[in-house]
């Protein structure tokens, strides 16, 4: 890439477990309150943004172009154009790499991007049949006829609505829930259910681990007087505040996860709910800046964003994108697993982290499917997901993306690391990647 | 062609105020655009021009005529009230009456059709003109305003509202609006069926034409409706009569009580009972109510001069008052940033907000914007983007001190830098500062939504661009501004101290709270004392006391109580029982002779004390401060003004 891409600041929700029923949020608030703190901790206006692009792989109904809606909600004017992108489980990815190419070109110079996502609200839709239904009764004129449609009415079809939800998370093409993605992967590589769990288990207790370090907040820390707090806490009309991501489980433990049932493929499978990553709503912004921006504002940015890649695979096994799009980056630097200090690897599945460990050590598929010569190696555990991953916090589909690009400066910034990768497999057989690197002490950016 | 020439003649007449357009299609249009004026009122010129145009249109009849304002500013903002306060004698009274009344029964006579096209206020005489055309069609936005608010001068809508607003939108809603001066937006408007339709303003043109030839016949009245308006009307008169009764004591406000008898007895025609409209008209309420509204616009007027706006306002301390602040600030269109220790103290702040957004606003869209506004601010970000910094920590000259010092160096150029302190000295806080001349005071009351005034507090060698900009600022948020000198408890809470306390000696002497209240609510207090003791809390009337009331020793009954921790409303229990959420009283004693004049006189003398001390400018200035920071009897015409008389 010919111009450096400086991210300033970045900032999220807390990512809310879907309970029963919609959440507090709709996505534009989520994306609303996260981003208007994070450009208020900015020396400029929100209306000196050149644009605002924001990945939402389900925004409802009367979010039409949520990017653009936000904005407004921001503050930001109505000059500064916003828009949506949409790649499923990267869609925030996308937005973020949208702001780069929009950099690179020199059309921006300064741009918000980011994803978001409240599952909890996705709609309940009336079936096919229903919707036949209501048509022919608005072709009918006479109250005979209207009578007679409306004894064809069957309850089956009022109370059997699709849960667009579900809609959502199954494969378009091949038919595929994005756990039995998951299955496959754990048939492929013979990942166990003991595995899984364990996976799952640690993944709660680093996400609790770097709670009570304080690496989410502002000012705590690691992040004394630099003001860089990865959660913003949400408050509702009620005045209830959301501070913290509420699916992370201090009692996780192997027995607690013994205890849940295979979800996608039942009875047989061995993924479960709790060794998948849960259904949440969040929503995570980063601000892009380009040199000239990072100067005119006299910004102090977390890092840069090397390179990206997206790659597509078979649909089937779609939680190895993260092998297909890491790879080639890798390639392309000369470097190899272990000269990445930090990863973050989204947990759609734990299956899904540990069939990507499993890929790269396994010759033939490293021959075979990602051209390699031999055995590509393994991503070092203690510089995978160190603050635990998409299990315990949750993936809200559009927000993840933008989150471990986030975090991760985080982690390299608080470990004074150099060099780092975040990857996100995505639901349809594509893997998304970013090569990131922090800003040499002394006056890079300046 | 001879027509043509004909009209041209006649609209060619100089007339200062009106336009009359006549268009191709046969529609004529009367535009008022009263000259030297920013809004339209109904000038005797003006309506005497409106008479020539009937006369004109007389002559040579238009398909139909549509009534509208030139202005950007609203339709017709009501009567002149100059002219109002020129009613000397019994006749000019009478005649103002007629003036009006005469002329829109002819307009509601025409032959031709007639709409009244409504945008931005309409009000008194301007909606009493709108109801004289066949057709009202509103303008939907928020500006669009319809009312009889003549109630609030002490005077009644004499000009057919009495008649005509009963018959559009039935007895109980037209009496509501009369006897409370309450204002419809178009919506609503629409939905009582005053108004025939409410359109956005794009297809505002082509909706008055269309209506205005359509020939539709008015929606009637719903027969109920029509009995109370009919056979019924003495029992609605009842009704209403009770209502008011609650509200207002006829020996202090006759206004409403003559609505109801004109509207029962004699169908809305004040000049069917003349001997009423003198009485109204020469009323001290009337000639009272008139000067408080011309004190309003006095105040309305400070800061009009400042070339400050602001967009973004910073408020430091989520507590009541600062949380509320806020909240009024986000609800007016300002960005706000509400900064305390934490998100769980600015929350409930925010939760309040909300309320107050889907109250006022209504529309979810519009009470999202207005949350959207209101951003939590724990870290203290918005001090830097801020045109107006106000400080409304806990009462303590260290904490504020220190505050200061840390916002000073992150003030924007040209930023307000102000407090909301009631207690302390202007003059003490600001030695934090570099520079010190900067700190004003914007001075809010409890509950901030409610209370129209707010003090701007000036210390010795302040700077006066400061001032003036904290002034528009007020002005900005739809509040009114009261310039004052710094001094304890400026105005409004050195004038209520020693009436307070000497309603609570009255209890010390052995009256009970419910006697003492009944008495200045007889006097024509909105509250009686011991009940606003209770509800400022009587820690902070403790507090008060020590600093204003001269180191006068504190009531007993005061004393004994907080020693308990009874502290009011706040915790359930005070002179009276809260724990239902209102005062729980009992039947009020006889009322000693001469007492409440005994309350007040404490309370005038520190008025006019503060005036010989310069603290408020001058005696009208401390009437409408007293008035609208107190709610002091505005009948009275105000503290000082009562005495002259």
């Known amino acids: 890439m010919s111009k450096t891409i400086y991210v300033v600041d970045g900032a999220r929700t807390p990512f809310l477990k879907a309970q029963k029923g919609p959440g507090p949020f709709a996505a534009s608030d989520l994306a609303t309150q996260a981003g208007r703190a994070l450009l208020l901790r900015q020396p400029f206006a929100p209306s000196d943004l050149d644009e605002v692009i924001l990945g939402c792989a389900a925004p409802s109904p009367d979010e039409t172009n949520i990017g653009r809606m936000v904005a407004l909600r921001l503050g930001c004017g109505k000059k500064v154009p916003g828009w949506t992108v949409m790649r499923n489980c990267a869609s925030g990815m996308q937005a973020i790499d949208s702001a780069i190419a929009n950099i690179q070109s020199g059309r921006s ?137 509420d699916g992370v489980r201090a009692d996780a433990s192997m027995a607690g996860m013994a205890k849940l049932k295979p979800f996608f493929d039942k009875k047989y499978g061995n993924v479960t709910a709790a060794n998948s990553s849960q259904i949440t709503d969040g929503a995570a912004w980063v601000l892009l800046a380009s040199e000239e921006a990072v100067r005119k504002w006299n910004l102090k940015p977390l890092g840069k964003i090397v390179d990206s890649q997206w790659s597509g695979l078979e649909p089937e096994q779609m939680g190895l994108g993260p092998v297909h799009a890491s790879t080639p980056i890798l390639q392309r630097h000369g470097l190899g697993l272990a000269d990445i200090d930090y990863w973050e690897l989204n947990e759609a599945f734990a299956a899904q982290v540990l069939g990507c460990q499993a890929a790269w050590q396994d010759e033939a598929y490293c021959r075979e499917q990602l051209g390699l010569p031999g055995v590509f190696g393994r991503i070092d555990d203690e510089r995978l997901n160190v603050d635990g991953g998409a299990v315990a916090i949750g993936h809200p589909v559009g927000a993840s993306g933008a989150r471990i690009v986030l975090h991760l400066l985080h982690v ?35 | 062609m001879q027509r043509d020439a004909v009209m041209e003649q006649l609209t060619g007449a100089k007339m200062k105020h009106w336009q009359l357009i006549k268009e191709n299609s046969g529609i004529a249009v009367a535009v008022l655009d009263k000259a030297e004026e920013s809004a339209n009122s109904l000038s005797a010129e003006v309506l005497a021009e409106f008479g020539q145009i009937l006369d004109q249109l007389d002559v040579y009849p238009p398909k139909g005529l549509i009534v509208r304002s030139g202005k950007a500013a609203g339709f017709i903002a009501g009567a002149d009230i100059g002219e109002f306060s020129q009613l ?338 202007l003059e003490d806080l600001r030695v934090a500062l570099q520079q010190p001349e900067r700190l004003v005071g914007i001075h809010f009351f409890n509950p901030v939504a409610m209370m129209p005034l707010v003090e701007v507090v000036e210390a010795e060698g302040c700077n006066a661009g400061a001032v003036q900009a904290a002034c528009a600022f007020v002005k900005q948020i739809d509040k009114l501004p009261l310039p004052v000198k710094s001094a304890p408890g400026f105005l409004v809470n050195a004038v209520l101290a020693p009436y307070m306390l000497a ?63 009874q502290l009011g409303k706040k915790t359930g229990q005070g002179f009276y029982d809260w724990s239902s959420g209102r005062a729980k009283k009992g039947a009020p004693g006889a009322v000693p002779a001469g007492l409440s004049e005994k309350l007040a006189k404490p309370l005038v003398d520190r008025v006019h004390r503060l005036v010989a001390n310069g603290v408020v400018a001058d005696a009208d200035l401390a009437d409408a401060g007293v008035i609208f920071g107190t709610g002091f009897a505005p009948f009275t015409g105000g503290p000082l003004h009562r005495g002259k008389g």
Not at chain 1, 190 to 201: A, L, T, W
Not at chain 1, 420 to 429: D, L, R, S, V, Y
Not at chain 2, 524 to 542: Q, S, W, Y
């Open chain 2, 503 to 565: 309603a609570m000696r009255a209890v010390d002497e052995g009256l009970t709270p419910e006697t003492v209240d009944e008495a200045m609510l007889a006097f024509g207090m909105p509250m009686g004392p011991i009940e606003l003791v209770d509800t400022v809390g009587l820690d902070i009337a403790m507090a008060a006391g020590k600093q204003l009331a001269g180191g006068a020793e504190p009531p007993k009954c005061l004393l004994a109580r907080v020693e308990k921790n």
């Open chain 1, 412 to 446: 390299l910034r608080r470990n004074r690391a150099r060099r780092g990768i975040a990857t996100i497999c995505i639901g349809g057989g594509l893997g998304g990647a970013m090569l990131l690197e922090t800003c040499a002490e002394a006056g890079d950016a300046a």
């Open chain 2, 88 to 425: 000397d004698t019994q006749e000019k009274g009478r005649a103002l009456v007629d003036r009006g009344w005469t002329l829109f029964n002819r307009l509601a006579a025409v032959k031709y059709p007639t709409l009244a096209l409504v945008r931005g206020h309409c009000l008194g005489g301007g909606l009493e003109l709108a109801l004289a055309c066949r057709y009202l069609l509103a303008v939907d936005e928020s500006g669009t305003k319809m009312g009889l608010p003549e109630v609030m001068l002490g005077i009644f809508p004499g000009w057919g509202g009495m008649l005509r607003l009963p018959e559009r939108v039935g007895p109980s809603a037209a009496l509501d609006m009369m006897l409370t001066g309450r204002t419809v937006d178009g919506k609503k408007a629409k939905k009582l069926g005053l108004a025939d339709d409410c359109v956005p303003p794009r297809v505002m043109e082509m909706a008055a034409r269309q209506l205005l030839l359509s020939g539709q016949p008015r929606r009637p009245l719903p027969l109920m409706q029509r009995l109370l308006n009919g056979p019924l009307k003495a029992v609605v008169a009842n009704g209403a009569r009770k209502q008011v009764a609650k509200k207002a004591r006829p020996e202090h406000y006759p206004a409403p009580y003559a609505i109801i008898d004109l509207w029962a007895k004699h169908n809305g025609n004040a000049l069917a009972a003349p001997e009423v409209v003198d009485r109204i008209i020469s009323s001290p309420t009337a000639r009272n109510l008139v000067r408080v509204f011309h004190l309003q616009e006095r105040l309305k007027g400070f800061g009009k001069d400042a070339n400050f706006r602001a967009k973004h306002v910073h408020v430091i301390g989520a507590g009541v008052m600062g949380g509320d602040i806020a909240a009024w600030c986000a609800l007016r269109g300002l960005t706000v940033t509400l900064q305390d220790q934490t998100v769980e103290r600015i929350a409930p702040a925010i939760a309040r907000a909300s309320k107050l957004f889907n109250r006022r606003l209504r529309d979810p869209l519009k009470a999202r914007l207005a949350f959207d506004r209101l951003i939590p601010d724990p870290q203290g970000e918005g001090v830097r983007h801020a045109d107006v910094v106000i400080e409304a920590i806990f009462e303590n000259v260290e904490a504020k001190h220190a505050l200061f010092r840390s916002l000073e160096p992150k003030l924007k150029p040209g930023a307000v830098l102000a407090t909301n302190t009631s207690s302390l000295r």
């Open chain 1, 109 to 245: 110079e300064l741009v918000l991007a980011g994803g978001v996502d409240a599952l909890s609200r996705a709609p309940l839709l009336y079936s096919d049949a229903m919707v036949r239904w209501f048509a022919g009764m608005m072709s009918l004129r006479t109250v005979n006829q209207k009578i007679a449609h409306f004894l064809k009415l069957r309850p089956a079809m009022l109370l059997t609505p699709v849960i667009g939800l579900m809609k959502g998370l199954t494969d378009p093409v091949v038919g595929l829930l994005m756990g039995q993605t998951a299955e496959n992967l754990a048939w492929r590589f013979g990942i166990d259910r003991q595995q899984m769990d364990e996976f799952s288990v640690r993944s709660h207790q680093r996400a609790l681990a770097a709670r009570q370090a304080g690496h989410f907040d502002a000012n705590v820390g690691a992040n004394v007087g630099a003001n860089f707090g990865e959660i913003v806490p949400l408050v509702d009309g009620n005045g209830k505040v959301y501070a913290e991501d």
